[in-house]
């Protein structure tokens, strides 16, 4: 086989710059788990942040984790 090859660049691995691990690390987004329900802050590479709520706020996340809890754990042992 001779000539030039085509298709994509092979990426070369390599150090990021401090200025591209930072623009990774800025990235936050919100990842909901369908299996539990809960709903997370990730940030760049898979740090998990914790998110600042009122006292109302964090009841209802508390009630809606422990059903999804339930349900997930119910699921994995055959009951639903």
């Known amino acids: ?3 030039p090859r085509s298709g994509p660049k092979p990426r070369i ?7 591209e691990w930072e623009k990774q690390q800025s ?3 919100r990842v909901y788990d369908e299996e539990t329900g809960r709903e997370r802050l990730i ?3 898979g740090e998990i942040l ?5 006292k109302e706020r964090h009841g209802e996340i508390n ?8 349900k997930f754990y119910a699921k994995q042992m ?3």
């Open 27 to 29: 990235v936050i987004r």
């Open 78 to 80: 055959g009951l639903k």
């Open 50 to 54: 914790e998110e600042i709520v009122s």
């Open 63 to 70: 009630k809606t984790a422990t059903r999804g809890d339930g």
């Open 43 to 45: 940030k760049g590479d």
């Open 1 to 3: 086989l001779s000539g």
């Open 13 to 19: 691995m390599k150090p990021m710059t401090k200025e």
